[in-house]
């Protein structure tokens, strides 16, 4: 195997006509973003995407809800403060309690590379507040080929997947389906979801009643079809669909489980290349996605008459994009439009009880220009964005409860090439993010208004500083930020008995080390250091403590990579994190020891179709949590803790690949 590294850094979304030809495609990193390749062929444990996310990027960690369906924190902050799209459309999640995250909606088995942009400079998206994550999905071959591969791994965890891909030179296809489910996972000390309830929930209403103790902790079906038309040699089209089915998922820190969580994403994408001096690539993006998911008691001992919060989230978007080369600098420039729809109510076997957010619509219309050129031995990027949302809550119809915003986001990201191994580099960064409906308008299961409805939007001010140094036998990379959030948006459970968000004023600010070292042609070293700290500048009524929520501790990744041949290579992984001593204890939560995991993985070519790859993470069977409980989410709380959800125990698996 001929491995390639790849060092944190920006990547160049623009892909040639001829790139379509490709299945997989290779996106190369530039100075501020992490590229993740390869994610199909590599991230084969669980179809889990924020997990896998989570392990490749220091700045990435990861919120354990359940076996799947996790979510991610980006430098510090999560939801609506981090833009993920897939294939660009925007996927929102419709659980007011992060149940069914947008990562949760594409499985890593249909996913070609992951893009993750840190910082306020990408002026494409909207919100764009401490970074975004673009996820592109694999891409239709001309000749025909495909895939089946089945994976199977420790608590019960099965997963197999079929996929086809073929064409001509005018239309390409490719098709996968894959089917998956796993049971609930045992932490270091032997303990499965039923019995972490047992140990730690607050009331022996919120434990799984006895027919369910030994249920599958999820079941999950997806299906993904993709074709590209070349119209002619200057245009092509992309379409695809994809269909996700979640069932009977478990969250056993939370109050209730999924009783299902469906999503559909439609995509179109028209490229014209070559019109004119004033057009080198014009591009037409539309999508439209949804999101079913009812939420419910149904496997727990109080099951209160099967209480079910059934939700639902509908996203429609269009985007128009021109680039075009003026006088040694090219530009990009466009439309931005999309209308989110979210809806949701109580309801129990006996009766429809009331809404838990009121059918609003969330509008936004915008505009946008990018331009990068080269000024001696500096690379100079510059962005701005004009935003104009309007949130109306359809029902209510009340002019006072409906909120408009409008915002001027900019940037400048400036690379200075000292000689072709040395890179220095500085972007300075605003962007901004509305207020979503539930942190608006969300309603309680007991008919309490707790959302406020006088939220202000957050603006983000950062600086980012680093230097990229390149060695005959590797490469080292620094990054620090330092982030300034006025009105940033907070969960406060110290406030008023309703209103449980705040406007406060916040400080984020941290460092990440990477390196790689080549040992040898066979032996390559790698390192990852991620630091953050954040702090309330303004205190949300009642609390006294300034730490602010989400902000891991330092975390180090050590990995050594062994490739024996172009056939066979094996890797060892040390993953060490700090006790997580500076928390918001006003807030939910809670000191956490730290850990030291060890995981180790294996892959062979059996033949020139066959692959094997054979993992084992958490070596030695360690007992020990990655995210804390900030009370954002609605976790069991018992009157002090909230309820803390231990990582998986000791977990073999295995993957075998047929190509053909």
Request: aromatic fraction near 8%; charged fraction near 25%.
């Amino acid at each position: 195997m001929n491995k390639k590294i790849y060092i944190s850094a920006i990547c160049a979304l623009a892909i040639s006509a001829s790139a379509t030809d490709l299945g997989t495609i290779e996106v190369a990193e530039e100075i501020n973003t992490k590229v993740v390749n390869d994610v199909s062929g590599e991230e084969v444990k669980s179809a889990d995407l924020a997990e896998a996310l989570s392990k490749k990027s220091p700045s990435i960690s990861l919120i354990r809800r359940s076996g799947i369906a996790n979510d991610i924190v980006l430098r510090g902050q999560k939801r609506d403060n981090i833009r993920v799209t897939i294939d660009d459309a925007v996927v929102c999640g419709a659980c007011m309690n992060r149940m069914d995250p947008p990562t949760s909606h594409v499985i890593t088995t249909n996913v070609d590379n992951v893009v993750v942009k840190e910082g306020p400079f990408d002026v494409t998206e909207m919100g764009t507040l401490s970074g975004g994550v673009k996820i592109q999905t694999k891409n239709p071959t001309k000749e025909p080929s495909g895939e089946i591969s089945a994976t199977v791994g420790s608590f019960g965890y099965k997963k197999a997947v079929v996929s086809a891909s073929g064409g001509s030179d005018k239309v390409k296809l490719l098709v996968t389906v894959s089917k998956e489910k796993g049971g609930q996972y045992e932490d270091g000390d032997g303990n499965d979801f039923a019995q972490q309830l047992k140990d730690k929930a607050p009331s022996p209403d919120n434990l799984l009643a006895s027919a369910y103790e030994n249920m599958d902790a999820f079941e999950k079906q997806s299906m993904m079809a993709k074709t590209v038309i070349k119209l002619d040699g200057k245009s092509d089209i992309e379409l695809s669909y994809t269909k996700n089915e979640s069932d009977n998922v478990l969250y056993p820190n939370s109050k209730m489980d999924a009783i299902y969580d469906d999503s559909s994403i439609l995509n179109f994408k028209y490229t014209l290349r070559d019109l004119n001096k004033y057009s080198k690539k014009l591009e037409l993006k539309a999508y439209h996605s949804k999101v079913d998911h009812p939420m419910a008691l149904t496997y727990r001992v109080d099951t209160k008459m099967n209480m079910t919060n059934h939700l639902t989230t509908d996203v429609k978007g269009l985007k128009v994009l021109n680039t075009f080369d003026y006088e040694s600098s090219e530009v990009t420039y466009g439309l931005d439009t999309s209308k989110r729809n979210w809806d949701g109510r109580y309801y129990n076997d006996a009766e429809d009880k009331h809404k838990s957010i009121e059918d609003v619509d969330t509008v936004n219309n915008a505009v946008f220009v990018k331009a990068k050129r080269r000024i001696g031995q500096t690379d100079i990027e510059f962005g701005a964005r004009y935003d104009k949302t309007d949130i109306t809550n359809v029902k209510i119809l009340q002019s006072d409860k409906d909120r408009d915003f409008s915002s001027l986001s900019a940037n400048i990201f400036a690379t200075y090439n000292v000689d072709e191994s040395t890179k220095y580099f500085v972007g300075l960064g605003r962007s901004y993010r509305v207020p979503d409906a539930r942190e608006l308008y969300v309603v309680s299961s007991m008919d309490i208004s707790q959302g406020t409805d006088t939220l202000n939007q957050t603006q983000n001010n950062e600086i980012d500083l680093g230097v990229q140094k390149d060695y005959e036998d590797g490469q080292i990379k620094l990054k620090t930020f330092y982030s300034k959030l006025k009105d940033y948006i907070y969960y406060n459970d110290g406030g008023t008995a309703t209103a449980l968000f705040e406007n406060i004023d916040a400080t984020i600010y941290g460092a990440e080390l990477s390196a790689d070292y080549y040992v040898n042609d066979q032996i390559i070293f790698e390192m990852a250091v991620a630091y953050k700290k954040g702090k309330k500048d303004t205190l949300p009524t009642g609390d006294t403590d300034r730490n602010l929520a989400d902000i891991t501790p330092l975390q180090t990744t050590l990995g050594l990579i062994y490739d024996h041949d172009d056939y066979t290579n094996a890797s060892i992984e040390l993953v060490s994190s700090a006790d997580w001593n500076d928390y918001d204890s006003d807030n939910g939560e809670q000191s956490i020891d730290g850990y030291n995991i060890v995981n180790l993985k294996g892959e062979t070519n059996l033949n020139d179709q066959t692959t094997l790859i054979v993992g084992i993470d958490n070596l030695f069977d360690k007992t020990y949590a990655v995210s804390n409980t900030y009370k954002d989410l609605t976790l069991l709380d018992g009157g002090s803790e909230v309820m803390l959800m231990n990582e998986p125990g000791r977990y073999i698996y295995a993957n075998l690949k047929y190509s053909f």
